[in-house]
């Protein structure tokens, strides 16, 4: 089988790497791809939202495997793109409908989506520009922090919480008539708070049936104790000390399978990656938000420990027979450490020469994931403000974590940073 993987990140580098394992695959492109995935795949220079260069790649490599990484081309509507036209009917897309991909696309959507199947959420009202002064009365029933939230994509900063209602009040206005998220903030969702713990779960579906993937936490501010700005992501583990049989049967029961059957319902294609963060209250899941994809850095310890062949079972995925799929799930934990560029996640230079990555042993247990590099003249250069994550497995998540951190210090750059207390939150 022919794979195309679009996308540049540590998500894609994963991905990459588990099905270049596959018996059943035969070539392995990734667009754009980056100085890791050369070394499993081959790159194709593209850019992803444009689809008639996305066509050509997949004609002329003879592609029968599609698999599409990052949102923003599912939600500008790839698989719809490539489902009317006859002459890729054989092929295979692992990325959901432009109709499915606005449960990540609004959160307006999703909301009323949640609501409509019952799938339980933090209470909310949406409002735009004509409703800004009911949307500030609203505020002020509401006890604090408040949470606001830019209805479009808005790159993971769309979302505000803040202590102080006029404050609120202010942002609120801020979003719907200055634009302060373009287009994303024309319509803003305001919801209650939610107080818990957070957790990502994955769901592979074929739209009518699922498997449920490792479970992963992430660390999203970018200094240590969660402090400072939020980023893409600074490191996770998988799987969830805190998400144990009874509450997984939960988010299962509660959830997954009723987000599931409401897509089914609604008869709308979604054949990929549903990816759930949920906010644990007490002994309750809420959902915060859908994804329509893998998280990353998520990817880097959820995939690894999927042991059947990852191809296969995206290619069964893609025919509708997930149901024939027993999924095997390796009991070792897994903890991956991102390093960044230094000023990440706001302004930071590229282009700083990567060095040592020829210092980590080449063992099964540690894995060099490269998610914002680039190769130029036989050097890997920095090409992102998140570079490298290192993921290790373990017996615990604390000696995953441990072995992660070894092989972190080998690895240098100019300005390179990483949160040094990953897991110190769980113990
Ligand atoms: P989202 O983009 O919807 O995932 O929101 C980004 C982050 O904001 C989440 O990962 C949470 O940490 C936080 N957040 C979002 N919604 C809520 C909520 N209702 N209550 C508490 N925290 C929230
Ligand atoms: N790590 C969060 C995300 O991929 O959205």
Do not use: W
Request: aromatic share 8%; net charge negative; charged share 30%.
């Amino acid at each position: 089988m022919n794979v195309l993987i679009l996308g540049s990140g540590g998500r894609e580098h994963t991905l990459a790497h588990q099905i270049s394992k596959s018996p059943k695959c035969e070539k392995l492109f990734v667009a754009p791809g980056n100085a890791g995935t050369l070394l499993c795949a081959t790159n194709i220079e593209l850019d992803i939202i444009d689809f008639k260069e996305v066509a050509k790649a997949v004609q002329a490599n003879e592609i029968n495997l599609l698999i599409v990484g990052p949102e923003a081309p599912l939600v500008e509507g790839i698989k719809d793109y490539f489902d009317e036209k006859e002459e890729f009917k054989n092929l295979k897309i692992i990325g959901p409908s432009k109709r499915g991909a606005l449960l990540e696309g609004s959160k307006e959507r999703a909301k009323e989506f949640m609501k409509t199947y019952q799938v339980p959420t933090a209470a909310y009202q949406s409002f735009s520009k004509d409703t800004l002064e009911a949307g500030k009365q609203f505020l002020s029933g509401m006890k604090p922090p408040y949470v606001l939230k830019a209805d479009g994509l808005a790159g993971g900063k769309g979302v505000l919480i803040l202590k102080n209602l006029s404050e609120a009040q202010h942002e609120l206005e801020n979003m719907l008539t200055n634009n302060k998220f373009g287009k994303a903030s024309e319509k803003v969702v305001i919801e209650e708070f939610l107080d818990g713990i957070e957790l990502s779960v994955f769901v592979l579906t074929d739209g009518k049936n699922y498997l449920i993937l490792p479970n992963a936490k992430d660390y999203k501010r970018i200094g240590e104790g969660d402090t400072g700005l939020n980023t893409g992501g600074m490191g996770a583990i998988s799987p969830v000390p805190f998400a144990d049989e009874a509450f997984m049967k939960k988010v299962d029961e509660k959830i997954v399978r009723p987000s599931i059957d409401g897509l089914h319902k609604e008869a709308i294609d979604f054949t990929g990656f549903l990816f759930i963060g949920l906010m644990k209250v007490g002994d309750e899941p809420f959902v915060v938000e859908y994804n329509v994809r893998m998280g990353d850095p998520e990817t880097e310890v959820v995939i690894p420990r999927i042991k059947n062949d990852l191809l296969d079972v995206l290619s069964r995925t893609a025919e509708g027979k997930i149901q024939d799929i027993q999924l095997e799930v390796d009991s070792k934990h897994a903890a991956t450490v991102m390093m960044v560029s230094g000023g990440y996640p706001e302004a930071y230079e590229k282009d700083k020469i990567i060095s040592g990555l020829d210092k980590v042993e080449e063992r099964s247990d540690v894995f060099i994931c490269h998610a914002g590099t680039k190769s130029k003249n036989d050097q890997v250069l920095t090409n992102g403000g998140r570079v490298i994550a290192v993921t290790a497995f373990g017996d615990t998540f604390q000696k995953a974590l441990v072995k992660a951190y070894q092989n972190a210090e080998h690895i240098e750059f100019d300005k390179k940073f990483y949160r040094k207390d990953l897991g110190k939150d769980l113990v």
